[in-house]
């Protein structure tokens, strides 16, 4: 794709594929089938940017995995190095926080902007192209700059570790619920309101595939634990819990992910969708005080499914149980 002015600002763009990208025969189900140019044509000139173009998949969100990311970071980290100022990330909906938080641990420093579409193109009301443009003007926006990885949907600006996908149809569907977005994009502005703190660096090596398998297990009323008690035989190399309310699981689980922490991390994460787990309030058999005696390492405000990236990329980086509790402890802390 050319450039819209000698001197303008140069985006790189990688697609995956997702709503966004999807097309059908009229009234039938959609596919991902279509491609970054005809996604992003047009959409340069109208951002005052010029684009580099990495066509990488053509596929539904739930098929893109770690090592297609690390792929895509490499992209980046490529691109940067040849004075690309930004970093556009397409990718279905379905996964995108979980994405854009990989991005955020994997990708080099400078502005990442990952966003996708609620509705496919051509559809009344659709959003994919309105979402583009706002994502190429973030994406090259100074302001931008150290804020890690970020989701644009809907004209806001979320921080890739806090936003979350929580409507299966809304075109309004993502949503920060620990923090809010950090600003908008409104008549072409980019307006950030808040700043979220630079993450970490990750203890160990550069983490490269494979990522090792990490189990993600939700506790609900009248859990009988023998998902988790299987867990011990399935060879994760870590496992996040995602417990009731504060970081809670019934009394009978409490020896079972003891013996599991024996194996490898294991992560106390809260369902609640907001706010962190629990250090000190309840000392019952089962209450996240027993359980972080135990050895479980509490996500902080880092939901499940980001903690279990977050886990993944860690352990991929030659992390030690002590270094992972340490690095989430250090996220948390801000
Ligand atoms: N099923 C789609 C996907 O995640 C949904 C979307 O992109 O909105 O690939």
Same mark, same amino acid.
């Given at each position: 794709?050319?450039?819209?002015?000698?001197?303008?600002?140069?985006?790189?763009?990688?697609?995956?594929?997702?709503?966004?990208?999807?097309?059908?025969?009229?009234?039938?189900?959609?596919?991902?089938?279509?491609?970054?140019?005809?996604?992003?044509?047009?959409?340069?000139?109208?951002?005052?940017?010029?684009?580099?173009?990495?066509?990488?998949?053509?596929?539904?969100?739930?098929?893109?995995?770690?090592?297609?990311?690390?792929?895509?970071?490499?992209?980046?980290?490529?691109?940067?190095?040849?004075?690309?100022?930004?970093?556009?990330?397409?990718?279905?909906?379905?996964?995108?926080?979980?994405?854009?938080?990989?991005?955020?641990?994997?990708?080099?420093?400078?502005?990442?902007?990952?966003?996708?579409?609620?509705?496919?193109?051509?559809?009344?009301?659709?959003?994919?192209?309105?979402?583009?443009?706002?994502?190429?003007?973030?994406?090259?926006?100074?302001?931008?700059?150290?804020?890690?990885?970020?989701?644009? $949907?809907?004209?806001?600006?979320?921080?890739?570790?806090?936003?979350?996908?929580?409507?299966?149809?809304?075109?309004?569907?993502?949503?920060?619920?620990?923090?809010?977005?950090?600003?908008?994009?409104?008549?072409?502005?980019?307006?950030?309101?808040?700043?979220?703190?630079?993450?970490?660096?990750?203890?160990?090596?550069?983490?490269?595939?494979?990522?090792?398998?990490?189990? $993600?297990?939700?506790?609900?009323?009248?859990?009988?634990?023998?998902?988790?008690?299987?867990?011990?035989?399935?060879?994760?190399?870590?496992?996040?819990?995602?417990?009731?309310?504060?970081?809670?699981?019934?009394?009978?689980?409490?020896?079972?992910?003891?013996?599991?922490?024996?194996?490898?991390?294991?992560?106390?994460?809260?369902?609640?969708?907001?706010?962190?787990?629990?250090?000190?309030?309840?000392?019952?058999?089962?209450?996240?005080?027993?359980?972080?005696?135990?050895?479980?390492?509490?996500?902080?405000?880092?939901?499940?499914?980001?903690?279990?990236?977050?886990?993944?990329?860690?352990?991929?980086?030659?992390?030690?149980?002590?270094?992972?509790?340490?690095?989430?402890?250090?996220?948390?802390?801000?």
């Amino acid at each position: 794709m050319t450039a819209t002015a000698a001197d303008a600002p140069r985006v790189v763009v990688v697609t995956l594929g997702g709503t966004i990208a999807s097309a059908g025969p009229a009234g039938a189900p959609v596919h991902p089938t279509l491609g970054a140019r005809e996604l992003f044509d047009g959409l340069a000139a109208a951002a005052g940017v010029s684009l580099e173009v990495h066509d990488l998949a053509r596929v539904p969100s739930v098929e893109v995995t770690l090592a297609d990311l690390a792929a895509v970071a490499e992209r980046i980290g490529a691109a940067r190095d040849h004075g690309a100022v930004g970093a556009v990330v397409v990718t279905g909906t379905d996964t995108l926080e979980e994405a854009a938080f990989a991005l955020d641990l994997l990708a080099p420093p400078g502005p990442v902007v990952v966003t996708g579409a609620m509705r496919p193109p051509g559809v009344p009301g659709s959003d994919g192209a309105a979402n583009l443009l706002a994502a190429l003007r973030v994406a090259a926006a100074p302001g931008a700059a150290d804020l890690g990885a970020l989701v644009v $949907l809907g004209d806001q600006i979320h921080a890739a570790r806090y936003v979350r996908k929580y409507h299966t149809a809304s075109p309004a569907s993502f949503t920060s619920p620990s923090l809010g977005p950090l600003g908008e994009v409104v008549e072409g502005r980019v307006r950030l309101r808040a700043r979220v703190p630079a993450l970490p660096g990750l203890p160990g090596r550069h983490p490269e595939p494979p990522f090792p398998p990490v189990a $993600l297990v939700s506790i609900s009323l009248d859990d009988d634990g023998r998902v988790v008690r299987a867990l011990g035989d399935l060879g994760h190399a870590g496992v996040v819990v995602e417990g009731v309310g504060g970081g809670h699981v019934p009394q009978v689980l409490v020896s079972v992910l003891a013996d599991l922490v024996e194996r490898g991390p294991v992560v106390l994460a809260s369902r609640t969708g907001a706010g962190p787990v629990l250090t000190s309030t309840y000392g019952y058999p089962g209450g996240e005080v027993d359980l972080l005696s135990r050895g479980l390492i509490p996500a902080g405000s880092l939901d499940a499914r980001h903690a279990r990236v977050a886990l993944r990329v860690l352990l991929a980086a030659g992390a030690s149980r002590a270094q992972v509790a340490a690095w989430f402890a250090a996220v948390e802390a801000g």
